[in-house]
């Protein structure tokens, strides 16, 4: 009986250092827009994706995926992993990370339409499944969503527990002539779609200042 209350205390305090563990954990989504111009980007993007995977620890969990026509899929996700927490395997799942956003960058075919609220909705419900503590949505985009005829995006976003950073929102050639036109489009992104749904948000364009990407808006 003895011996059983010493594992049974054992297991317990195993699977609390667990819990804290993944208290801690931090859960990152990058999306990337595909469409017009924006797909020659995405070499920045790779940049930004390498920092990342040097940034993140054992039992983080990071997703890539692609704003296209469509985006509440999971088709669009480019690649996904939660990190080992052993060094050796965790290092080659980071370099199996890079070869899949490598292949993807090199072959992307642009996309007509720019379907960002499916691409959040699909990171969302990924980052919930992954039970991370903190939760960040990276969006890698002018922020102009242009959706195909059929969709319908108008929903709301739950957020709570959510930070939502933009990076590289660059200025459209209609911003140059209205600058209020720019001002408007991230406004619009700020107000409606992100604090509304309890979430924080900040826009990062420096891509040379990513030492506090990951801190918490």
Known sequence: MKHFRFWLIGFLILLTGC????????????????????????????LIINYLLGTLQPGDTMAVGRIDTGSFSEKDIVA???????????????????NSVNTFVTGVRKSSYTDISGGMLQAIEYLNESGSANKYILIFSDLQEELAKGYVMDVPFELSGFHIIALNVTKLRADNQDPKKYIARVKQWREKTVKEGGGTWRVI?????????????
């Open 205 to 217: 364009n420096d891509l040379e200042r990513l030492d506090n990407i990951l801190a918490k808006g």
């Open 80 to 98: 996904k992993v939660t990190f080992d927490v052993r060094p050796s395997v965790a290092n080659n799942q980071k370099r199996a990370f890079q």
């Open 19 to 46: 819990s804290q563990q993944s208290n801690r954990a931090k859960g990152v989504y990058m999306l990337l827009d595909t469409s017009g111009t924006y797909a020659v980007e995405l070499k920045k993007a790779r």
